[in-house]
Each structure stands twice: as structure tokens, then as C-alpha cells.
């Protein structure tokens, strides 16, 4: 049985669906509720380089902290180290849910990727 963390807000459909996928393939959870304590900057870093995405495919751009801090513009223009920042002092930022074993990383829920990534 493999051991996977999943960042994950509870009240989200989604986050709620990759569990229930996560947790039928057979896979041991840990759930950590991404608003109450998101991933720190470090923890972050090392998520975003074991994805192989972008940085910015780790906003949820369709969220309301997205939309209330007007990111859609200032984004381009922040550093690195900035949107790594904001994205670990605003748990609702991140898109949801993260997934990770430790060496690879899922961002988001399609249960074709899971099916790729996360079958045992």
C-alpha cells in the first residue's frame, strides 16, 4: 500500500473526489486541509519541481482569493519567490488537490491522470 499526501480542501467536490478515487485504488492518506495550513514555501519548492508543471498551474485561477487580490494582472509580474509566498500565506490560492508520494506530484483532479500517476 502506498502512502500518499493530499493537500485538500474538505468542503471542495473535487478534492472530495480524488480522495474517494485515491482511497478505492487502495492508497493510504494523509489528508492535510490546505486553508488551515497550506504547504510552506520550502514544502512548496520541492512540490513545484517534482511536478514538472509551472509554477502558475499551482493557482486556482477561478478561485475568489485569485480574484480579490487581482492576481490575473499582478502575477506576471511577481517573482518567483513572491508567488511562492502568497501561495503559502493563502492555502485557497493553490489549486486543488495536490497530490504527492514524495517524488511526483499531481495538481488538480482528471481521473485519467490519477489512473496514470496513482494506480497500484
Not at 478505492?24 to 520550502?42: F, N, R, S, Y
Not at 517534482?50 to 487580490?69: A, D, H, M, P
Not at 519567490?81 to 501561495?87: A, K, P, R, T, W
Request: proline share 4%; aromatic share 8%; glycine share 6%.
Amino acid at each position: 500500500m502506498s502512502h500518499l499526501k493530499v493537500y485538500q480542501y474538505p468542503k471542495c467536490s473535487t478534492c472530495r473526489s480524488a480522495v474517494k478515487w485515491l482511497k478505492e485504488a487502495g492508497h493510504e492518506l494523509e489528508l492535510q486541509h490546505i486553508a488551515e495550513q497550506p504547504p510552506t514555501v520550502q514544502e512548496l519548492r520541492v512540490l513545484v519541481a517534482n511536478s514538472g508543471l509551472e509554477l502558475k498551474k499551482f493557482f486556482n485561477t477561478s478561485g475568489e482569493v485569485y480574484k480579490n487580490l487581482g492576481l490575473k494582472d499582478k502575477l506576471p509580474g511577481l517573482s518567483e519567490e513572491e508567488q511562492l509566498d502568497l501561495l503559502s500565506r493563502h492555502g485557497m490560492l493553490i489549486k486543488r488537490p495536490v497530490v504527492t508520494d514524495g517524488k511526483k506530484v499531481t495538481v488538480g483532479f482528471k481521473e485519467e491522470q490519477y489512473s496514470q500517476s496513482w494506480s497500484m
